[in-house]
């Protein structure tokens, strides 16, 4: 029974490179979310997807970064022409249902998490 | 002044202490309320959660909240070495899908 599954969990680039972190959810959810973990800082809301669809991205860059969640395959957040601003830590989670849906409860809004991306640009 | 506020720790106790958590909130509209654990190198994972003001217990571990204040507890029984970790507080104001994190207390349970 897998739980939210990051890939790479390391990853090293130079400035200037692109990076792509991808995220498979927990099995039977359609709802992905990013945060990033900067050393010494809480975890910050990037941003929100549902399959094909961006509903939230009030927390991402307005330059160089970008996310996606096809209808096929992992969720991908993008960075391009990294600094070395962007190292942090970048977790996806998943949940069952949506904030505003009507049977939203506790357990099947609850956010899982995955053990996150760690990306360093030297 | 930021939103939510957390002190960093470290916070060092002895196993079988009573340890008190706290993060004070600015934003008025947050009604829901968690803490995270997160181990070193590893995801956060949800601990506690309330909704509004009250107390909720779970074990050795008993959740605050003071709306009037604006200020949230997690206090941890008979701390274990396991409890070793960073507390993140958490809140949102409706549902949690885009929560406001604290920066997280890292605690220290020694034998």
């Known amino acids: 029974n897998a739980g939210v599954m990051q890939n790479p969990r390391h990853l090293v680039r130079r400035r200037g490179q692109e990076a792509r972190l991808r995220c498979s959810p927990v099995k039977g959810h359609s709802h992905v979310y990013w945060y990033r973990q900067l050393p010494e800082e809480g975890l910050k809301f990037m941003v929100y997807?549902?399959?094909?669809?961006?509903?939230?991205e009030s927390g991402m860059p307005k330059e160089r970064f970008s996310a996606e969640f096809p209808k096929e395959g992992p969720s991908i957040l993008r960075i391009q022409q990294v600094v070395r601003g962007d190292s942090a830590a970048y977790f996806c989670?998943?949940?069952?249902?949506?904030?505003?849906?009507?049977?939203?409860?506790?357990?099947?809004?609850?956010?899982?998490f995955g053990e996150g991306s760690r990306l360093t640009v030297l | 002044q930021k939103e939510v506020e957390q002190d960093p720790g470290p916070l060092s106790v002895p196993e079988g202490a009573i340890v008190s958590l706290n993060c004070t909130y600015s934003?008025?509209?947050?009604?829901?309320f968690m803490w995270y654990r997160q181990y070193s190198r590893k995801g956060p994972e949800l601990l506690m959660y309330?909704?509004?003001?009250g107390n909720k217990e779970d074990g050795r571990f008993t959740a605050q909240v003071d709306k009037s204040s604006k200020y949230i507890s997690l206090f941890i029984r008979d701390s274990q070495p396991s409890d070793s970790a960073t507390y993140l507080c958490?809140?949102?104001?409706?549902?949690?899908?885009?929560?406001?994190f604290g920066k997280g207390t890292m605690l220290l349970v020694s034998p």
């Open positions: 958490a809140m949102g104001a409706s549902g949690y899908s885009t929560l406001t």
């Open positions: 309330t909704y509004s003001s």
């Open positions: 934003n008025s509209a947050f009604q829901y």
């Open positions: 989670a998943s949940s069952l249902l949506t904030r505003e849906a009507v049977s939203w409860t506790v357990n099947t809004g609850e956010l899982f």
């Open positions: 997807l549902q399959k094909e669809n961006i509903i939230d």
